[in-house]
């Protein structure tokens, strides 16, 4: 059997701490050993609403050694035949989030 490294990348999922300030999330990743975080669509568009930009959050990001590995959610997907325009531009949103700080992963499923 292959041994088990000392070590793995751990991800606090987006709703582990529910909604509370971008950095608040990477602080108490970074603290808790952490070295990736997920990140909703309305987690993002918080940040975006407190005044922080894309810059300023991979800023905060890079000081506490964190990464965004996986973005949440993407819903609505295959249920409509026209999808509705807010669930298009939350699609874009997750696309950009996922593009700009070069997450990994993004979650989906049947349900929103």
Not at 3 to 24: H, I, K, Q, Y
Not at 52 to 60: F, G, K, Q, R, V
Request: hydrophobic share 45%; aromatic share 8%; glycine share 8%.
């Amino acid at each position: 059997m292959p041994s088990m490294p000392n070590t793995c990348d751990l991800t606090l999922s987006a709703l582990t701490l529910g909604r509370v300030s971008f950095e608040v999330r990477i602080t108490a990743a970074a603290r808790a050993g952490f070295s990736g975080i997920g990140i909703s669509a309305e987690d993002y568009n918080d940040a975006r609403a407190s005044g922080l930009t894309d810059n300023d959050m991979m800023a905060i990001l890079r000081h506490y050694n964190v990464s965004v590995t996986e973005v949440e959610f993407l819903s609505d997907w295959m249920l409509y035949r026209d999808i509705p325009a807010p669930a298009l531009d939350k699609e874009q949103t997750v696309l950009r989030i996922a593009h700009f700080f070069g997450a990994r992963q993004i979650n989906a499923g049947l349900f929103g």
